[in-house]
């Protein structure tokens, strides 16, 4: 009777433990393990002379294998399918988010374009001194790692604005074609995000609300 209470409670135990080593995974976890394979396949393959284009294909080349490494984990959180364009967009915007923290230098390869060059502009400070609003007409929208729209404002000038996170009227851009002719009033945040290759911090334009001002 002694052994069999001996080899219950250590049965019980062996039970718990793998329980608890189950319940440690989350969507998080899985992503933390996703982005940094992919950060470390990226620094293993890139070169300083590839090209922008080159860099992202090779980037989305490491994402797609890093997915395939951990697929029976990340499919208990996220639909994901490579038949899908759509699921493995927003697995890539998981995983660029992601960067931000694990791999910031990888991130920065790609967000070059994002950098804010100057401080001479008109556009009209709202909610902190971080958030900015201007009107314009809405150019481009780039879907890659990262989606980027393309705004030209009332003063001339071209913004390139990172679309990271869900921000309001984001389903405007659901139907780029109609927004293009209409005017519109876009507002964004000026991040500070470190470069690693710099050593220094630099300023981005982060989406953060879209809206009809003019049909």
Avoid at 176 to 183: A, D, I, T, W
Wanted: hydrophobic letters at 35%; glycine letters at 4%.
């Amino acid at each position: 009777m002694k052994k069999i209470i001996t080899v219950f409670v250590a049965c019980m135990t062996m039970f718990a433990v793998h329980a608890q080593e189950e319940k440690k995974d989350s969507k998080q976890a899985v992503l933390n393990d996703i982005t940094k394979d992919a950060c470390e396949c990226f620094s293993a393959k890139s070169g300083e002379n590839i090209s922008q284009k080159d860099l992202e294909v090779q980037l989305g080349l490491c994402m797609i294998n890093s997915y395939g490494k951990y697929k029976s984990r990340i499919d208990k959180y996220m639909n994901v399918s490579l038949d899908d364009p759509d699921s493995l967009e927003l697995l890539g915007q998981e995983i660029g988010l992601n960067m931000l923290t694990i791999c910031p230098d990888t991130f920065m390869s790609f967000a070059k374009e994002f950098i804010e060059e100057d401080d001479n502009y008109n556009e009209t400070k709202v909610e902190s001194t971080n958030v900015s609003s201007v009107k314009g007409k809405a150019v481009k929208l780039t879907k890659d790692q990262f989606n980027i729209l393309n705004f030209k404002g009332e003063n001339k000038r071209v913004y390139k604005l990172l679309w990271m996170e869900y921000f309001e009227g984001q389903e405007l851009l659901e139907d780029f074609k109609k927004l293009k002719n209409k005017e519109i009033r876009v507002s964004f945040e000026s991040k500070e995000m470190f470069d690693p290759a710099l050593k220094d911090y630099r300023t981005y334009k982060v989406l953060r609300k879209i809206e009809v001002v003019r049909n």
